[in-house]
């Protein structure tokens, strides 16, 4: 059974935005691993092909990956079972060793990760743990600092680009753009909770599946503003104040 996030005074449904923005932005899991090879398994495989499926075929498709192995498969089939023309970069910053701890102590990372192969529920405590602070800050990076680069590199780029054309009375030339992160729940989680305030990871130990994505939605709003709607899970969440507020205290804007 799939839980719901919480319904939020902020929820709101404006479908135009919604289902017609002008920059759609999907952070998602990479598909199911084997832990021993790292390889996707089958069922990795076919979820990645469904992945592909919600790809809109007449938007520009941009895709970036972690440089994880699995990552970069999922990334490889959904180009594959997808007939859009795409662009893609493998980006570091969001690899699963980077962006989920920063690692302080290169051997205790290690000694982490191996204890987290083939322990789901391993996995689910400690990342809990992770997101609620219990975890030693002299090997992992707190989940806000993360939530916060990503937010920057990610999500503020989109608003900066759109402002971009905006100024140079553009937007109407500007071509409608599907961007894809294949990434890991390291990332969806911390980015997820930041913009809510909401610890809902914590209260229901229910990480994202391959086949759910935290997705933004970016629309020129009013001049010199850009609205984002947020979606997870069937909820709607509007986080233009507090991207805006998190992009003003990084100086981004």
Do not use: C
Not at 36 to 46: A, M, S, V
Not at 195 to 213: A, C, Q, R, S
């Amino acid at each position: 059974m799939i839980i719901m996030p919480p319904r939020n005074k902020k929820t709101i449904y404006d479908k135009q935005n919604i289902h017609d923005p002008l920059i759609k932005l999907s952070f998602g899991r990479h598909g199911q691993k084997n832990p021993i090879t790292g390889n996707l398994t089958k069922k990795g495989k076919k979820d990645a092909r469904q992945r592909a499926k919600k790809i809109n075929p007449k938007k520009v498709f941009k895709a970036y990956t972690s440089s994880e192995k699995r990552a970069k498969q999922t990334l490889e089939i959904i180009k594959e079972n997808t007939k859009q023309k795409y662009k893609s970069a493998v980006k570091k910053e969001l690899n699963e060793n980077n962006a989920f701890v920063f690692s302080k102590n290169t051997k205790k990372i290690i000694d982490f990760f191996k204890n987290l192969a083939g322990n789901n529920k391993f996995a689910k405590r400690t990342a809990n743990k992770w997101l609620n602070h219990k975890i030693s800050a002299k090997i992992m990076r707190a989940p806000e600092e993360v939530a916060d680069e990503v937010i920057r590199k990610r999500i503020g780029l989109v608003v900066r680009f759109i402002r971009l054309k905006e100024s140079q009375g553009k937007i109407k030339e500007t071509p409608k753009i599907h961007m894809e992160a294949i990434t890991h729940a390291g990332i969806i989680m911390p980015v997820y909770e930041r913009l809510t305030g909401y610890k809902y990871f914590e209260k229901y130990n229910d990480m994202p599946n391959v086949k759910e994505t935290l997705t933004f939605n970016f629309s020129p709003y009013k001049k010199g503003e850009v609205k984002i709607l947020m979606n997870f899970r069937k909820r709607n969440f509007d986080v233009t104040e507090k991207v805006y507020e998190i992009l003003k205290q990084q100086k981004v804007l």
